[in-house]
């Protein structure tokens, strides 16, 4: 049986106070492993936009820790209205929510903050900032404590469809799915954690992913930082690597699953699974429950966010792109249902979708 190895590091938590969030701000990273307080949602809301705080599942985690904050915050401040505090958490959320709008999960824990919020009021007459709070932070605190057991279960069925021969595994990724994208070890990087624990011999190449580098700067960084033997590629060679070298299998995460299994995840995801189709290479999508959207009927219906084209024109530091030239720049493709091999959530293997 595995061993169960803690996240290597705090992700997201609340402060002392509970009136502001703590976050491992990931845009200083590898340079720096620096901590950064927000207090207001404004910080938040930043924090999200500028990817200090990122991956779908901590971006769920994120978002409830805002919420129980920002109703702290004002209950430390004498609000004494029930329905202006219910107003105002709605107005957070949507603020919130819109920041990036392609990945479910944050939607998803903002919701449940807010039902939570909605039927604490509507349960426990007369109203008190403090309590109802404190009531907020609990429910943060429980979808935090359910994303470690989430990324634990993923890590464990995905275990399952390693091959155990020969002993040598070799696995490719993209961007970043591990523990800095989660409230614990990661999804598509949690077989990988548990397979180390084990003893096994493994080789993880990660895609630098383009263009802000989330593989070469945060998976490199995390699963180096663990001991596991990780080189870094560009993402253009990726069917050099597959060609020339035995891959067991591509793993990534997603952001959103559409109800027929189309998967949006970061930019460059739909190619690699093309070349995996090409190659003979299964190709394995691990995500949460939370990240299946059964309101979208399929990838073209997912919500796909244009970031800003200063990623592409400064992206290595310096301008790399002549001022007349145009840029485009989606932070996600969808890879369509029939290339996956199968997709793992917290609740077990998937091999073929409804």
């Known amino acids: 049986m595995a ?9 997201v938590r609340p402060t002392r106070d509970g009136r502001g969030v703590v976050i491992l701000d990931q845009t200083r990273l590898p340079q720096a492993e620096t901590e950064v307080t927000l207090r207001t949602r404004a910080e938040m809301e930043e924090a999200i936009r500028l990817l200090r705080v990122r991956g779908a599942p901590l971006l769920g985690v994120m978002g409830a820790w805002a919420l129980a904050a920002l109703a702290t915050e004002r209950a430390a401040h004498g609000m ?3 329905a202006l505090q219910i107003a105002a958490l709605r107005d957070d959320a949507e603020a919130l929510r819109a920041t990036r709008p392609t990945a479910v ?11 939570h919020a909605a039927a604490a009021l509507s349960t426990s007459p007369p109203f008190d900032a403090a309590s109802l709070a404190e009531q907020l932070r609990a429910e943060a605190a429980e979808i935090h404590d359910e994303d470690r057991e989430m990324c634990r ?29 989660t409230g614990g070890i990661g999804t598509a990087l949690s077989p990988l954690y548990l397979a180390h624990a084990e003893g096994r011999s493994l080789k993880v ?12 700067r945060l998976t490199a960084w995390e699963l180096a930082r663990a001991g596991v033997d990780v080189t870094v590629i560009a993402d253009n ?14 793993v990534v995460g997603a952001d ?16 690699l699974a093309v070349l995996a189709r090409r190659h003979g290479v299964p190709f394995y999508v691990l995500a949460p ?15 796909i966010e244009q970031r800003s084209e200063g990623e592409i024109r400064e992206g290595m530091g310096r301008r790399t792109v002549p001022h007349d030239a145009a840029t485009w720049n989606p932070a996600f493709d969808v890879t369509p249902a029939d290339l996956v091999t199968a997709w793992v959530t917290d609740q077990g293997v998937i091999r073929s979708w409804p």
């Open 80 to 82: 004494t209205d029930g």
């Open 289 to 303: 429950t939370s990240t299946l959207d059964p309101d979208t009927p399929d990838g073209a219906g997912i919500p």
């Open 205 to 216: 190449f990660a895609d630098e992913t383009r263009p802000l580098l989330q593989g070469a």
């Open 105 to 115: 999960n944050l939607g998803w824990a903002l919701s449940r903050m807010i039902e």
């Open 256 to 271: 959103r699953i559409a109800a027929n299994g189309d998967t949006a995840n970061k930019i460059g995801t739909y190619p």
């Open 3 to 11: 061993l169960e190895p803690s996240p290597p590091f705090t992700t």
């Open 237 to 250: 060679m990726a069917g050099a690597l597959m060609a020339s070298t035995r891959v067991d299998a591509v």
């Open 153 to 181: 279960s993923i890590g464990r069925h995905a275990l399952s469809l390693f091959p155990t021969e020969p002993p040598s595994l070799t696995v490719l990724t993209h961007c970043n799915a591990g523990a800095l994208a």
